[in-house]
């Protein structure tokens, strides 16, 4: 089992920056994927962006490459996405995902990405 707490998200303007993070605590987080998914009102949550184990391999949702980087630090325990030129859209509750090699997901509570246009 492994927890997840995120940080990082509030209020922006458009074109602003923010950082989110995840910090994981229980079992080895480098045994992890991780990845982050985002949630907007009235809509079904979606991928943002997630990392591979080691870090060597990203993947984005069209929406946001070349705006996000995901990034980790397994001897922290945490991972991050960077957000970049924000847009109204990408309004939304954002939360962390991991993935073991069991397959097995966990989830973060999230946390709340406004961003005013």
């Known amino acids: 089992q492994v927890q997840l707490v995120e940080s990082g998200g509030g209020l922006v303007q458009a074109g602003g920056s923010l950082r989110l993070s995840c910090t994981a605590s229980?079992?080895?987080?480098?045994?992890?994927?991780m990845g982050w998914f985002r949630q907007a009102p009235w809509k079904e949550r979606e991928f943002v962006a997630s990392i591979s184990w080691g870090g060597g391999s990203t993947y984005y949702a069209d929406s946001v490459k070349g705006r996000f980087t995901i990034s980790r630090n397994n001897a922290k325990n945490t991972v991050y996405l960077q957000m970049n030129s924000l847009k109204p859209e990408d309004t939304a509750v954002y939360y962390c995902?991991?993935?073991?090699?069991?397959?097995?997901?966990?989830w973060g509570q999230g946390t709340q990405v406004t961003v005013s246009s």
């Open positions: 995902h991991a993935r073991d090699s069991w397959g097995d997901d966990y």
């Open positions: 229980g079992r080895t987080f480098s045994n992890y994927a």
